[in-house]
């Protein structure tokens, strides 16, 4: 007698399990004006690292040195 073959499953992702609940609860416009705000936010947080990286390095370039 052999035993039965076992099949594996992939067990979804956290996020996978995310976007697959958000799907259940907002429709498509809703989810892609989600989406878009999160993508604006990411970027103005580039922008602002960005923004002081430039600062320091200003600072650093003209501090008057004695």
Request: proline share 5%; no cysteine; hydrophobic share 40%.
């Amino acid at each position: 007698m052999q035993a039965a073959p076992v099949r594996a499953t992939a067990i979804p992702s956290f996020t996978d399990a995310l976007r697959a609940v958000e799907s259940l609860l907002l429709s498509s416009g809703q989810r892609t004006a989600r989406r878009n705000a999160w993508t604006s936010v990411l970027e103005d947080r580039r922008r602002a690292k960005d923004r002081v990286e430039a600062q320091r390095v200003l600072d650093q370039t003209f501090a008057v040195r004695p």
